[in-house]
């Protein structure tokens, strides 16, 4: 484990930062959008030149069906044998060869299995939420009138750059409870030979994938991820979104009063879009093998109406 350089914030500067890294009325009292308004045009072109070799892959776990997600599913090898085909054309009953098979498909995405992005209003803090509107906007019924993934509809498209922490450290993996802090990500700039840009994307590798599939699942509630000394780095530095191999923060986060700062902080005061659960093994081996650690990122939500976020398939192409 590395010992910050520079001491760590104090419960009372946590919770300060809802008021020193807000970006409240930054970008208008009716922004939605938050931190994605970091990804301008210029932003995105240049995240097209960092596509160098042609390469893709995907930063996603695979969703276990059954598992994750109530599954119904229909198979019929003869479309004219199934129920209401006697509604259908004469011809169709004629064509006996095609078949189908049909899915329906019930999932909870927010949590620690599926890789899904945070749109700002999944998160309230006294009773608000991003931009400082009321959580009364979240309706049970309807979901959210504010802030909700469908204000990324256009997707986010923008420069990715792996910091890979554990690398960095010589370890196959960050241990759980194990906090990543600014002194790891600038460590990880320099071996990697990348920096950080306003509009980025950032995505952390802890190792999790690995320490998934070699170790299997940690027991209890510790994990590795972001320090909230992290926050005012991010800001610092322009990031328009962050994703990690973990749910994102650090747990035990160390500080009793706020259990997951980077959420709270980065979704509620920041607008800062959050892409939790990430496989980021293949991405990792690719960026070594290319000597490339940045690379266009795709993230594109579903365009569920008024929901907190989305399950997504991040592509990071080389």
């Not at 990715?160 to 700039?189: F, K, M, N, T």
Request: glycine share 10%.
């Amino acid at each position: 484990m590395t010992v910050p350089d520079r001491p760590l914030p104090t419960p009372a500067e946590v919770l300060g930062y809802f008021a020193s890294l807000s970006n409240r009325g930054r970008w208008g009292d009716d922004d939605e959008r938050g931190t994605l308004n970091l990804v301008t045009d210029a932003v995105r072109l240049d995240a097209a030149r960092a596509v160098r070799h042609g390469r893709s892959v995907s930063c996603a776990w695979e969703v276990a069906v059954p598992g994750d997600a109530e599954r119904s599913t229909t198979s019929c090898p003869c479309a004219a044998e199934m129920p209401g085909a006697e509604n259908m054309p004469a011809s169709f009953h004629g064509d006996r060869r095609w078949g189908f098979s049909t899915e329906r498909l019930g999932l909870t995405f927010h949590g620690n299995t599926v890789t899904h992005v945070d749109s700002p209003c999944h998160l309230f803090w006294d009773g608000a939420m991003y931009n400082g509107r009321p959580h009364t906007l979240v309706d049970p019924d309807t979901g959210s009138s504010w802030a909700a993934a469908t204000a990324a509809a256009d997707g986010i498209v923008t420069r990715g750059v792996l910091l890979d922490v554990a690398r960095a450290r010589d370890v196959a993996w960050l241990e759980p409870g194990e906090g990543v802090h600014p002194a790891d990500l600038e460590e990880a700039e320099r071996r990697q030979g990348v920096r950080v840009r306003p509009g980025d994307a950032v995505l952390l590798r802890t190792g999790h994938g690995r320490a998934l599939r070699e170790a299997g699942p940690p027991g209890g509630f510790a994990q590795a991820g972001w320090h909230a000394s992290c926050l005012p780095w991010l800001r610092e530095r322009g990031v328009a979104l962050i994703g990690a191999d973990t749910p994102q923060d650090v747990q035990p986060s160390g500080y009793d009063e706020v259990l997951m700062p980077v959420h709270a902080v980065g979704l509620v005061a920041m607008g800062l879009w959050l892409l939790d659960n990430c496989d980021l093994e293949a991405c990792a081996t690719t960026a070594a093998e290319l000597g490339q650690w940045d690379f266009q990122l795709a993230v594109a939500p579903v365009r569920f109406a008024g929901t907190s976020g989305s399950p997504v398939n991040p592509i990071a192409t080389f």
